[in-house]
């Protein structure tokens, strides 16, 4: 469950003694730094969070959990696509959350060999983004990319969010240097396929990291009872009724996010 912290070169040393989660466990979340146990099998000391991307997990009794998805985010890429008409009201929502979250913001907009002039998309995403950069890019052209290179720092973590099918596991890979996120064609009409179901920590081979995570339709404001609280919808929920509590939603029986893209019951958008 525990991975060496030290992403390069001579084979992953625990330089400072601390590892980082890649796996979601009980009291854990992905990009969590934690201290192991001198044989490696359990966690002693989990280090203060910087920030945490936060879901409403499942209730118990009348009482919202919340639960981090995503932990020591530098920098929250929100990914739209060119592909689909700009949403305005969607980025309000995710720059919510990414600036409750305490990472910074930074808009993407993907696919720009999709469109003649990205300018106009450009600016009306500009409009609601409070300040916060709106790159343009292409995984295909590789357009940009070098700009987003610049936000993946030595000891930094980047994450990437969005719908389903706009590029995030795409670009992901460019940045890797591999394809080592499985991508998927969107259909006719630009939806995506939940090709990412797990969120996960990436390793840049010239140091830092990236967390690919999957598309989430919508990003939901909830009342916890102690005030709003803003949250992760759709995948994350189904999360909830997997069997296994660490289900990577690959091969594993009782696996509810396989059973509801099967299903076609798992809105991709
Ligand atoms: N034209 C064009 N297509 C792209 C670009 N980037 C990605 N795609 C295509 O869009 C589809 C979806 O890409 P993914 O990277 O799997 O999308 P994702 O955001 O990771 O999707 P989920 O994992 O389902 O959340 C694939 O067929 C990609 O080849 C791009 O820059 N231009
Ligand atoms: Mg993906
Ligand atoms: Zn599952």
Not at 243 to 266: W, Y
């Amino acid at each position: 469950m525990l991975v060496p912290a030290a992403p390069s070169g001579d084979g992953g040393v625990e330089t400072f003694g601390v590892a980082r989660v890649r796996n979601i466990g009980v009291d854990v979340a992905v990009g969590d730094w934690v201290v192991p146990s001198a044989d490696g099998e359990r966690i002693e000391h989990i280090l203060t969070r910087r920030s945490g991307f936060v879901r409403r997990a499942s209730f118990e009794g009348a009482r919202a959990m919340s639960h981090t998805i995503a932990a020591n985010i530098d920098v929250a890429f929100l990914c739209h696509s060119f592909g689909v008409p700009p949403n305005q009201r969607r980025l309000e929502r995710e720059l919510i959350l990414a600036f409750d979250s305490g990472a910074d913001p930074v808009v993407l907009l993907t696919k720009a060999d999709l469109v003649d002039d990205p300018e106009p998309a450009r600016r009306e995403l500009e409009e609601v983004a409070l300040g916060v950069p709106v790159l343009v890019t292409s995984g295909r052209s590789a357009d940009g990319l070098a700009e987003l290179e610049g936000y993946v720092r030595p000891g930094g973590t980047v994450a990437f969010l969005g719908s389903s099918g706009v590029g995030k596991s795409t670009i992901v890979n460019e940045l890797l240097g591999s394809q080592l996120q499985a991508t998927t064609e969107v259909r006719g009409d630009q939806r995506g396929r939940h090709t990412t179901v797990a969120v996960q920590l990436l390793a840049v081979p010239g140091g830092g990291w990236l967390v690919d995570t999957p598309g989430v339709r919508a990003l939901s404001l909830w009342h916890s009872g102690q005030g709003i609280e803003r949250a992760f919808a759709d995948v994350f929920e189904l999360t909830d009724d997997c069997r296994f509590r660490d289900c990577k939603h690959d091969q594993e029986p009782g696996c509810a996010v396989r059973q509801a893209i099967e299903d076609g019951t798992l809105d991709p958008d």
